[in-house]
């Protein structure tokens, strides 16, 4: 719920930059990570400076919207900024009493405009936290291939779960 952020289109992740970055913006990103209120809305690479694309220039959330794909901004991936300028979030953490739009055991993902929204599991493992990665789909349980399955796709399980 603190950090750089991050938002992954067109299959990679990029950073954004803080022109025009607020607590607005902040409000919207906590509320879709269900990570509580926004505290602050940190920039000048405040985190560390990312590296590859940047995808999201001038940002302008009113504050009210669902998730980050409802803000008005520039066209994906066209910014006028370097990674001396992503953006931070600053939240209170976990809260339950702001459901987020994505049900804990739902794996979202933000592609664009367009918001993709996958069942998960795991089975088989030694806790809820562990197992083999199944998806739902047409009302029917399945597993994931793992041809190009790295940590950074089970960090994102991970989190989506809940575990870490």
């Given at each position: 719920c603190v950090g750089q952020l991050e938002?992954?289109?067109?299959?990679?992740?990029?950073t954004v930059c803080d022109d025009s970055w607020d607590l607005s913006d902040t409000m919207v990103i906590c509320?879709?990570?269900?990570?509580?209120?926004?505290?602050?809305?940190?920039?000048s690479a405040h985190f560390g400076q990312g590296t590859g694309h940047i995808w999201l220039d001038d940002m302008n959330c009113t504050g009210t919207e669902?998730?980050?794909s409802a803000c008005r901004t520039r066209p994906w991936g066209e910014h006028n900024?370097?990674?001396?300028?992503?953006?931070?979030v600053v939240c209170s953490g976990h809260s339950h009493l702001h459901p987020s739009p994505c049900d804990p055991r739902r794996l979202c993902?933000?592609?664009g405009e367009i918001k993709k929204t996958v069942k998960l599991q795991l089975v088989n493992g030694s806790s809820h936290c562990a197992g083999?990665?199944?998806?739902?789909?047409?009302?029917?349980?399945?597993?994931?291939?793992?041809?190009?399955w790295d940590i950074i796709d089970a960090e994102v399980v991970c989190r989506?779960?809940?575990c870490g």
């Open positions: 938002v992954f289109w067109k299959q990679q992740w990029g509320r879709q990570l269900d990570c509580g209120e926004a505290l602050s809305a940190p920039g669902a998730d980050l900024c370097n990674h001396g300028e992503d953006a931070g993902c933000v592609e083999r990665v199944e998806v739902l789909h047409g009302q029917q349980w399945g597993t994931v291939c793992d041809d190009n989506q779960l809940g």
